[in-house]
């Protein structure tokens, strides 16, 4: 007891220090996301401000029309109203609008789920593990790393169409995913370059893949890989806990992760989880 509750509560204190290093990491990347539908929401905003009440005055004479009785002021408001489609073409201003609106739900949506895949990676999951489907999973961690991978990064991404049903973690999970996208969009580096993901699945295990076309890892490094304070990066880039945390968070769902050479000629790490029952419907 007294060798081990120290040691979980180092481990626990690393994993959070490598989560929230990742953050910072993600931040800029996910600012930028968020501004992105932000700014063509508060555009299209904009525009229909400016429609608006071209809108109110076409409904104010109609509205007119509907309740007066007498030809000389009924034929007034027609020429009225003729002289105001003449001005502006209002089905054209409200076909636009629909545009507007559906474009502004897109990128409410888009903002929403940026924030909420930051806010469950950020929350520490329960101790209990959950039966999840993975794809899920790895698709909130592309998201989250996005901005780090679409600038220069062509991800493909293979998923078997089998069930990938596990017992984990979500944002532990996450985690690890994030830190191996970012590990191989930074092999990566500049240059444009390739990764690929993939899923497999048997009624055993659960395996998932991550190739980067880097430089890969050289023999008298590969070793030290998952040894804690370990790296290869520039001061202040890396801490040398992301992939000994990674091998911790796999290990404690029964699982193991390993690297070898990419077929894109970079590194190839691969995780395998116990594989779950697919839930009763």
């Not at 290093?21 to 229909?48: K, M, Q, V, W």
């Not at 201003?93 to 409410?108: E, N």
């Not at 794809?135 to 998923?159: G, Q």
């Not at 990938?164 to 532990?172: D, F, K, M, N, S």
Request: aromatic share 4%.
């Amino acid at each position: 007891m007294s060798t081990e509750q120290p040691q979980s509560q180092s481990q626990a204190t690393w994993q959070q220090t490598d989560r929230l290093a990742t953050i910072g990491i993600l931040t800029a990347g996910l600012a930028h996301e968020l501004n992105n539908p932000i700014g063509y929401i508060l555009s299209n905003l904009t525009s229909f401000q400016l429609y608006l009440p071209i809108f109110q005055q076409h409904f104010n004479v109609l509205q007119q029309l509907a309740d007066c009785d007498d030809p000389s002021v009924r034929a007034q408001l027609q020429q009225q109203l003729t002289a105001l489609r003449q001005q502006e073409n209002v089905q054209l201003l409200l076909d636009d609008t629909q545009s507007l609106l559906v474009d502004s739900l897109k990128g409410a949506l888009r903002a929403r789920d940026l924030v909420l895949d930051l806010r469950r990676f950020a929350h520490p999951d329960h101790a209990e593990l959950q039966l999840l489907e993975l794809i899920p999973i790895i698709e909130m961690a592309l998201r989250l790393a996005s901005h780090e991978l679409k600038a220069h990064v062509v991800v493909e991404k293979v998923f078997t169409s089998a069930p990938t049903w596990i017992q984990g973690q979500p944002a532990a999970l996450t985690q690890v995913l994030v830190n191996l996208l970012i590990n191989a969009t930074q092999a990566i580096g500049s240059t444009t370059g390739h990764l690929r993901i993939s899923t497999t699945s048997t009624s055993e295990w659960v395996q998932i893949c991550i190739e980067d076309s880097g430089p890969g890892i050289s023999d008298d490094t590969l070793p030290h890989i998952f040894t804690e304070f370990f790296t290869t990066k520039a001061p202040g880039v890396g801490t040398g806990l992301g992939l000994p945390i990674c091998q911790s968070i796999i290990l404690k769902h029964q699982g193991e992760i390993t690297v070898t050479h990419s077929e894109l000629g970079g590194a190839a790490f691969t995780v395998r989880l116990p594989a779950q029952l697919a839930p009763l419907e």
